[in-house]
């Protein structure tokens, strides 16, 4: 036998014994061991991978399958448990007073790993946080509405054009473009205008062309370049991180809302009707268009924008997080400290017991709910906790002037979208519909 032949055998039995010890480990030493879930999830995060990587974000569907089989909580990986339970919910995604760190290995894959929202340390994400969190507080979105309403003014044009013309118009495309100019005037003082190009420029190539193109403006002119940070936080790296995920974060999820809202309200006439008879109500709205204080006490309006960040979800991904030395308890299982714990915003969100028929559109449960407990409890598309979403008032403000501004002058009539074109299909992060759509597309009337 030839020695290179020996050193083989012996190398294929050190992986041998490597491999078992590791499964071993797994299955009945890891403090893991006694948490219910499958026994190929517990063994290698080829499980995982199977699901959301070869098949495309489709493990949220196999986490939703596990629950039924094992309950409330599962084993979904060697190292890391999900729990099925909106009670739970804000122990995990608690304040400041618990530690909570990001789960470095779910991170770390991130182009964007300098960026506040894939920080992992809470220190450091403090750090990081609290140098934006002033740009984006209520007073600040209010100071900056007009800016706003110019945008939605001028999509609110494009869609005159598109009415006449009879046209068939993408609405995620349309709302996707409105949000990304939104968030490049608001943080870089000027944006692509992706509102009056063609088709609303549907590439994803453009959109991170366009954000490319920004990054040298961070140094010069805008919030960006003015935050309070260390100068090891002021790289233009780091800078440049923050910045694209920043635009990233803020027009997809607001984007695809809007679409939800406007498809679901276009088959919802009953509402849409009394929502406008709101609108009619409110003293500002027939100059200057109605503020977003007076509109978020419309219930209607209001239970409308509830329901499309419900059935969205904002960010359906696991969020993970690490408690550091604390140790949770649940269901008569102690959840050691280190271990990453998460609950998609799907599994609230879609809860029956808490919202019956989960996945219609009735903006009247937001009004009609006679629990003793608040239903916005339960709406967690922000996430909870010391990394909630920055951009929530910013990203309400959009919602509630945009949905106003349009059904009062526009009818839509859908055109080939279906409800699967606005449902969640995959979990990339933030939810997508299945490969196959178009996204939400319309006719556009006069509104009657
Ligand atoms: C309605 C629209 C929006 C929804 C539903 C939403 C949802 C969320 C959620 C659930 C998180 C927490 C993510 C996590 O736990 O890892 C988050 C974080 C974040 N969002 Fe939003 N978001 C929206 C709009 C915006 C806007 C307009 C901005 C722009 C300013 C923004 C910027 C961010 C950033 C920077 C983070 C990371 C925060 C941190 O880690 O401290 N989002 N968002």
Same mark, same amino acid.
């Given at each position: 036998m030839s020695l290179f032949t020996e050193f083989m055998i012996l190398l294929t039995v050190a992986g041998v014994i490597a491999s078992a *010890? /590791?499964? %071993? !480990?797994?299955?009945f030493w890891s403090p893991l061991s006694k948490f219910p879930g499958p026994t190929l999830a517990a063994l290698t995060l080829w499980y995982e991978f199977y699901f959301d990587v070869v098949r495309g974000g489709m493990y949220i569907w196999e986490i939703k399958r596990l629950h039924d089989i094992y309950g409330p909580i599962v084993r979904i990986s060697p190292y890391e448990l999900h729990i099925s339970d909106p009670d739970f919910y804000s122990e995990i995604y608690a304040s400041n007073s618990r530690i909570r760190d990001k789960y470095s290995w779910k991170v770390k894959s991130g182009d964007s790993a300098q960026a506040m929202g894939f920080t992992v340390p809470r220190e450091l994400h403090r750090e990081r946080r609290q140098a934006v969190d002033r740009f984006f507080s209520i007073q600040s979105v209010a100071k900056l509405e007009d800016i706003i309403q110019e945008?939605?003014?001028?999509? =609110?044009? +494009?869609?005159?054009? *598109?009415? !006449?013309s009879g046209k068939v118009i993408n609405l995620t495309d349309a709302f996707l473009a409105l949000t990304m100019d939104i968030i490049q005037v608001y943080s870089f003082g000027e944006s692509s205008n992706l509102v009056d190009l063609? &088709? @609303?420029s549907p590439e994803w190539r453009l959109t991170i062309m366009g954000i490319m193109s920004k990054t040298a403006l961070i140094n010069h002119c805008g919030w960006v370049a003015k935050i309070h940070l260390s100068a090891r936080e002021k790289t233009v790296s780091r800078l440049t991180d923050e910045a694209s995920i920043l635009v990233m974060a803020a027009s997809e999820t607001t984007g695809r809302i809007l679409a939800i809202i406007v498809f679901h309200l276009s088959r919802r006439r009953d509402i849409l009707e009394k929502i406008r008879e709101e609108l009619r109500a409110v003293p500002s709205s027939t100059e200057k268009a109605s503020s977003l204080h007076d509109l978020e006490r419309l219930p209607y309006l209001s239970g409308a924008v509830k329901e499309g960040l419900r059935l969205h979800g904002g960010i359906v991904a696991r969020s !993970? +997080? /690490? =408690?550091? &030395?604390?140790? %949770?308890? *649940?269901g008569g299982f102690t959840i050691p400290p280190g271990t990453p714990i998460s609950t998609s915003s799907y599994f609230v969100h879609r809860n029956p017991k808490i919202f019956p028929k989960p996945s219609e559109f009735i903006p009247e449960r937001w009004i009609n709910h006679n629990e003793t407990y608040s239903l916005d409890r339960y709406l967690v598309a @922000?996430?909870?906790?010391?990394?909630? =979403?920055v951009?929530?008032? %910013?990203g309400k403000a959009e919602l509630y002037l945009t949905v106003s501004k349009v059904i009062k002058r526009f009818d839509f009539e859908p055109f080939e979208t279906t409800e699967d074109d606005v449902d969640i299909g995959r979990d990339w992060y933030v939810p997508q519909p299945l490969k196959s759509s178009e996204g939400v597309r319309a006719i556009v009337k006069e509104s009657n």
């Open positions: *010890y /590791v499964a %071993l !480990q797994r299955l945008d939605i003014e001028r999509l =609110c044009a +494009r869609m005159e054009h *598109y009415k !006449q063609p &088709n @609303f !993970q +997080r /690490v =408690c550091r &030395n604390e140790a %949770l308890h *649940y @922000f996430g909870r906790g010391t990394r909630n =979403c951009g929530r008032n %910013l």
